[in-house]
């Protein structure tokens, strides 16, 4: 399986770690669209939301626990914004499971 975000959680393409555990790896989206742009993804090739189950729902249980923890890091008290897009309709790029969280700014209130 070729894998954009599988070959960055190993560490064949670089990318700037935010944050790693057994579960989750986070890093800086490659083209921000926002002042701070994060994604966070299982360590488990999950293609996405429409692939999770009861047997993987764990790696997404961990990943929201630490979403607070970094909007601490990154100074997102004034609020932030988590997306993630399934499928074609939503746009979806990589798949591979990954929740962005954008803030550093006032979003626009749109979101679809
Ligand atoms: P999607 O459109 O699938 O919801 O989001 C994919 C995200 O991955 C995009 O925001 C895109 O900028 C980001 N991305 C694509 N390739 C790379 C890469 O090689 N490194 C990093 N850090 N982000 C990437
Ligand atoms: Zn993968």
């Known amino acids: ?13 670089p ?12 890093f800086r989206d490659i083209n921000p669209q926002a002042p701070v742009h994060i994604l966070l993804v299982p ?19 961990k990943i929201f626990e630490k979403i607070p923890e970094i909007a ?5 008290g004034g609020g ?6 399934c499928g074609a309709d ?3 790029s990589v798949k591979h499971l990954h929740f962005h969280i954008l803030g550093g ?3 626009i209130e749109k979101m679809g």
Request: proline share 0%; hydrophobic share 35%.
């Open 72 to 76: 601490k890091s990154e100074n997102l």
């Open 105 to 107: 700014t006032q979003l």
């Open 43 to 61: 360590k488990v090739h999950i293609s996405s939301v429409d692939e999770i189950n009861a047997e993987n729902s764990v790696y997404v249980a």
């Open 1 to 13: 399986m070729n894998c954009l975000f599988c070959e960055i959680i190993k560490g064949n393409i």
């Open 80 to 85: 932030y914004r988590v997306i993630t897009n």
């Open 90 to 92: 939503a746009c979806q």
């Open 15 to 26: 990318s700037s770690k935010v944050y790693e555990d057994e579960y989750v790896y986070a």
